[in-house]
């Protein structure tokens, strides 16, 4: 891995040059941060299940229409991904109410919204990543009307899809997090979905149970956080029996 030039390194992430131009190379650790950095750790195995998570989600998400930056998956850490500008904004879609509106709003935990909301906040570190109104996207240029159009409706035809994959393997989605890029091929701006999907960036409750099986196990010291990764991976269908041969606890181990 480090036979490439490393452009970023992020918390769960490391993004290297790509073999053409236009495309990088994204890489999938196993640290874990939450709280604003002030908790860190490591989920073992993490970076090899979202490789192949979010691989499987851009997938299908792009056969429903939705342009993703995604190109192909490398190896078990690594995807080939299109180069992009980022949109500095996490675009957050709440089914259920849990983590940060329940701490803002007082909110109980669990409670199902009429419907579902987006939030945005301003991607920036060192601010902890605040909650921001569309109106301080649009007079700061952090993105223009059209691309908020899109995003909102591409971000609202999202939740549908993959609130529709989770709950075919028995699993409710309760809020996630994605991210935008922009994706310049000669005069042509194209706006992507980017970064990843994943039990990082989602939270996923099992129907029924209520058993969460997301990065809020680690946050909230949980226990079982590895398997709850591996058993999103092998509900989705992702492990030896179908063929694909990466997520074995054998090879996470390896690796
Ligand atoms: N999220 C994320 N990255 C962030 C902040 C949030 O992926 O920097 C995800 C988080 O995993 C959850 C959703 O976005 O699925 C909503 O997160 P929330 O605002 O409740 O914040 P948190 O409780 O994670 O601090």
């Known amino acids: 891995m480090s036979r490439r030039k490393q452009i970023y390194e992020g918390k769960a992430k490391i993004l290297y040059e790509g073999p053409e131009p236009g495309t990088i190379v994204q890489y999938f650790k196993d640290d874990a941060t939450a709280f604003n950095n002030q908790k860190k750790g490591t989920i073992t195995g993490k970076g090899v299940l979202n490789n192949r998570i979010s691989e499987f989600l851009m997938l299908r998400l792009a056969e429903m229409g939705i342009p993703t930056h995604f190109l ?24 259920t109410a849990a983590g940060s509106i329940c701490k803002r709003l007082g909110i ?23 909650l921001i109104a569309e109106e301080h996207i649009a007079v700061f240029n952090w993105a223009s009307p059209s691309e908020m159009d899109e995003i909102v409706n591409m971000t609202f035809r999202i939740n549908d899809i993959i609130s529709g994959i989770f709950a075919g393997i028995g ?27 994943s039990p990082d960036s989602c939270r996923l409750w099992e129907f029924g149970t209520n058993r969460k099986l997301d990065k809020d196990r680690f946050r909230q010291d949980m226990g079982d956080v590895e398997e709850a990764y591996q ?17 074995t606890k054998l090879e996470i181990i390896k690796s």
Do not use: W
Request: net charge negative; charged share 35%.
């Open 72 to 95: 192909k998956r490398l190896n078990m850490r690594e995807q080939l991904v299109k180069a992009c500008e980022i949109v500095p904004i996490e675009v957050i879609v709440r089914n």
């Open 108 to 130: 109980e935990e669990g409670q199902k919204l009429p419907r579902p909301i987006i939030e945005f906040c301003y991607k920036n570190d060192e601010l902890g990543d605040p």
């Open 171 to 197: 699993l409710k989605l309760i809020d996630f997090k994605v991210e935008y890029g922009r994706h310049y091929q000669g005069e042509e701006v194209q706006l992507v979905l980017a970064d990843e999907i």
């Open 231 to 247: 058993e999103v991976a092998n509900r989705l269908g992702l492990t030896p029996k179908s063929g694909t041969g990466e997520v």
